[in-house]
């Protein structure tokens, strides 16, 4: 990665509005801190891998591996029956409509095909997610007011 793909970066993330963006490459590591649309101030740590450092980590990688998939194997059987609704759009997640409104949806609420589940700003713009299927909502996965990633899983629907 140059310094002009480094800078550009810079841009995208202070236009973003997120407060802070982490992005590990093989043999760099980026952290970008932005202060928030007021301080108008952003902080960036570049910081060089030592080619040798993957190595210590394969060595403790076999101890934890087989406490590792137990716990994603027993997570997975007990969620698969669910749905997953997942983010279309990168963004800020937010469960209510404003800050004095009630949420969308809580734990137990029966949704149904086309109900507002939440709400995604991107760029200023605040875009409803609505349901696609019909049910019982199970787990909501984010939290209000966090950032969130395209395809990221945001709420479990027990489609039964």
Not at 69 to 89: C, F, G, L, M, W
């Amino acid at each position: 990665m140059d310094i002009k793909e480094i800078q550009n970066l810079i841009k995208f993330v202070a236009k973003s509005g997120a407060s802070e963006v982490k992005l590990e490459m093989d043999d760099i590591k980026i952290t970008i801190k932005t202060g928030g649309e007021d301080k108008g101030e952003t902080m960036t740590y570049v910081q060089q891998i030592p080619m040798n450092a993957p190595a210590p980590q394969a060595a403790q990688a076999p101890a934890a591996a087989p406490q590792a998939p137990a716990t994603p194997a027993a997570a997975t059987d007990d969620n698969s029956k669910y749905v997953t609704i997942k983010s279309p759009i990168i963004g800020t997640f937010y469960r209510k409509p404003s800050p004095d409104k009630p949420v969308f949806v809580e734990v137990g609420k029966t949704i149904k095909e086309g109900d507002v589940l939440c709400v995604i700003e991107a760029m200023k713009l605040f875009n409803e997610i609505e349901s696609e299927i019909s049910g019982k909502i199970v787990k909501i996965l984010v939290d209000d007011s966090s950032p969130v990633e395209y395809d990221q899983p945001l709420f479990l629907v027990d489609p039964s």
